[in-house]
């Protein structure tokens, strides 16, 4: 069991559980021989979900959690005062490194302030970004941060590049990835005060690949690999970004279906278009890495399927198998 990467996953959290949280364990054990998963959650609802599958119980295990942190709670509140929730049993596994990391689809507050305050961030490390992989006509970008520190400083958007860079380079395989800041402009002078005070520090950075700034529009052309901003302009890209996309695949559905001739088009192109959306599922990517913890904390989305949490497990992989803490702390530190 020693070689093998242990994740805690919530079985309480999000809008399918634990039906989702359940199945996406089962399906990450039964593909990978290296995973060991722990599922934290009331007991008997868990085991009841788990008695549906078949999957290799020697390396599973049912951690009891009487109590469910909802999405409404206030995260400070609810981390303090439901000590047995699944989300606190799950994260003080990670910080007692009794597990590798931790995957939930619940409470995004709960589980940022359970990462930053549980967990806790590598020493050096100033602020703990969410980041999310999101679908480019190039394949994917980070995201960083989206959603964890509004109102960051300059001296987080560098830390926030430097650890961005280290996990495309070396969980997606991108090398020397570009880095850009999010800005209104291409220009160096242009942006508010917070563009303009770290662009020269990002240009200054000597262990990442800056090419300057990125306009919201160039974003997913994939123009960039590490998409660089503070969290209150990272959750709007986000949430635009996953809106338009929906809608657009919406639209194109009603009009294949408008008429006979559109029908009939439609048969002939739905294999390549089944491709392209797919390239564009965001479920194919599992979920948003908290970076710059002592462990790994993995938040997917609140209605999250199988699917997504199956990959997020597997991220959790990735990251342990390429030692991503480690190298975060030694860049960190320079």
Do not use: W
């Not at 020269?200 to 262990?207: G, I, R, S, T, V």
């Not at 949490?309 to 803490?325: D, H, R, S, T, V």
């Amino acid at each position: 069991m020693s070689d093998l990467v242990k994740v805690a996953v919530d079985a309480m959290g999000g809008d399918n559980a634990p039906e989702a949280p359940v199945k996406g364990a089962v399906d990450a054990l039964n593909e990978s021989e290296s995973l060991y998963i722990y599922l934290t959650g009331v007991k008997e609802i868990v085991e009841k979900e788990l008695s549906k599958y078949t999957y290799p119980k020697e390396r599973l295990e049912v951690v009891a959690a009487s109590e469910v942190i909802e999405t409404a709670e206030p995260p400070v509140a609810a981390i303090r005062a439901k000590k047995d929730s699944s989300i606190v049993v799950g994260q003080t596994m990670v910080r007692k490194q009794q597990a590798d990391a931790f995957v939930s689809s619940g409470s995004t507050g709960a589980v940022l302030v359970g990462g930053q305050v549980i967990v806790g961030r590598i020493k050096g490390v100033e602020r703990a970004p969410l980041a999310p992989l999101i679908p480019t006509a190039r394949g994917m970008s980070l995201l960083i941060d989206c959603g964890a520190n509004v109102d960051a400083r300059p001296s987080h958007l560098v830390q926030f590049a430097k650890m961005g860079s280290i996990y495309m380079e070396n969980v997606v395989g991108i090398r020397k990835p570009k880095v850009a800041i999010v800005n209104i402009g291409a220009e160096e002078e242009k942006g508010n005060a917070l563009v303009k005070e770290t662009f020269p520090l990002l240009k200054a950075c000597e262990n990442i690949h800056f090419v300057g700034s990125i306009e919201a529009r160039d974003i997913p052309a994939g123009d960039a690999d590490v998409i660089v901003c503070e969290a209150f302009v990272g959750n709007v890209i986000l949430k635009l970004y996953e809106g338009v996309g929906a809608t657009l695949i919406s639209e194109i559905k009603k009009s294949m279906l408008s008429s006979l001739r559109s029908k009939l088009g439609a048969m002939l192109v739905k294999p390549a278009l089944k491709t392209t959306l797919k390239r564009f599922n965001a479920s194919d990517h599992g979920g948003a890495p908290l970076l710059g913890l002592k462990g790994l904390v993995v938040k997917t989305h609140g209605s999250a399927s199988a699917l997504e949490i199956k990959n997020g497990i597997f991220q959790c992989l990735q990251f342990k198998e390429q030692n991503i803490a480690d190298k975060i702390k030694e860049h960190i530190a320079m």
